[in-house]
C-alpha cells in the first residue's frame, strides 16, 4: 500500500506563494510520476501540473508561468511551488502518483485526501 501525506496549504492574498509538499511512503519499487490536481466547489478535479520520473513536466494552461513542480525523487516527495496566486487558484488540492509495486509487477495510482489552498482577492 501507498499513501501520500499533502501538507502547506494556507490562507493567502492575492499575490503571494505557497508551496506544497507531497511525500509518498509504503510500497514502492519505482514512482513513474507524480501530480497535482485541485478541485473547487462545485467543479469537477482538474490537473495542475505533473512531472514524470524522467523530470518532464506539464501544467495546465491557467497556471503556467506561475506553478512549478519539481520532485526530490530520493526522498519520494514532489513540490508545488505557487507564485503570484489568484482567488481563482482556491481549491483542494490533492496530489496523485503513479507507483510500479515491484520488479516485474504492475502499476498503480494513489491519492492524497488534499491540503486547502484559499487565495482572498
Known amino acids: 500500500q501507498v499513501q501520500l501525506v499533502e501538507s502547506g496549504g494556507d490562507l493567502v492574498q492575492a499575490g503571494g506563494s505557497l508551496r506544497l509538499s507531497c511525500v509518498a511512503s509504503?510500497?514502492?519499487?519505482?514512482?513513474?510520476?507524480m501530480g497535482w490536481y485541485r478541485q473547487a466547489p462545485g467543479e469537477q478535479r482538474e490537473l495542475v501540473a505533473v512531472?514524470?520520473?524522467?523530470?518532464?513536466?506539464h501544467y495546465a494552461d491557467s497556471v503556467k508561468g506561475r506553478f512549478t513542480i519539481c520532485s526530490d525523487n530520493a526522498k519520494n516527495t514532489t513540490y508545488l511551488v505557487m507564485n503570484s496566486l489568484k482567488a481563482e487558484d482556491t481549491a483542494v488540492y490533492y496530489c496523485?502518483?503513479?507507483?510500479?509495486?515491484?520488479?516485474?509487477?504492475?502499476?498503480?495510482?494513489?491519492w492524497g485526501r488534499g491540503t486547502q489552498v484559499t487565495v482572498s482577492s
Open positions: 512531472i514524470a520520473s524522467g523530470g518532464s513536466t
Open positions: 496523485n502518483v503513479a507507483v510500479r509495486i515491484g520488479p516485474g509487477g504492475s502499476d498503480a495510482e494513489y
Open positions: 509504503g510500497r514502492i519499487f519505482r514512482i513513474n510520476g
